[in-house]
C-alpha cells in the first residue's frame, strides 16, 4: 500500500492550499483518512480525520479554516486549508487506518510567510 500525497508550497499569510493524497496498491477497508503535521522539533500532531461515512474531527487550531473531505471511490483524502497563517507551517502526511494496518503517506511541506 503507498500514500501519495501533494499539494504543498510556499503560501503567504492569509492564503490557501489543497492537499490532496491517494492511496494505492492492495487496499483493503480503509476505515479513516486523516492528515497530521510535524512541525521541526515538534510532535507529529493530527490536523483532521475522517471516516468513511464522513464523520469528521478536527484540531482546534485548525477548526473553522480547514475542511478535510474523502472520495472512497478513489482512495484519495483531500485538505482545503484556508486562512493560513505562519504556525501552519511544517511537513503534512497522509494517513490511512485499515483493517490489515496503518499507513503513512512521505510528506509534503507547507510553508507559510508572514
Known amino acids: 500500500v503507498q500514500l501519495q500525497a501533494s499539494g504543498g508550497g510556499l503560501v503567504q499569510a492569509g492564503g490557501s492550499l489543497k492537499l490532496s493524497c491517494a492511496a494505492s496498491?492492495?487496499?483493503?477497508?480503509?476505515?479513516?483518512m486523516g492528515w497530521y503535521r510535524q512541525a521541526p522539533g515538534k510532535q507529529r500532531d493530527l490536523v483532521a480525520v475522517?471516516?468513511?461515512?464522513?464523520?469528521?474531527n478536527y484540531a482546534d487550531s485548525v477548526k473553522g479554516r480547514f475542511t478535510i473531505s474523502r472520495d472512497n471511490a478513489k482512495n484519495a483524502v483531500y485538505l482545503q486549508m484556508n486562512s493560513l497563517k505562519p504556525e501552519d507551517t511544517a511537513v503534512y502526511y497522509c494517513?490511512?487506518?485499515?483493517?490489515?494496518?496503518?499507513?503513512w503517506g512521505q510528506g509534503t511541506q507547507v510553508t507559510v510567510s508572514s
Open positions: 494517513n490511512a487506518e485499515m483493517v490489515r494496518g496503518n499507513y
Open positions: 475522517i471516516t468513511g461515512g464522513g464523520g469528521t
Open positions: 496498491g492492495s487496499i483493503v477497508g480503509i476505515r479513516i
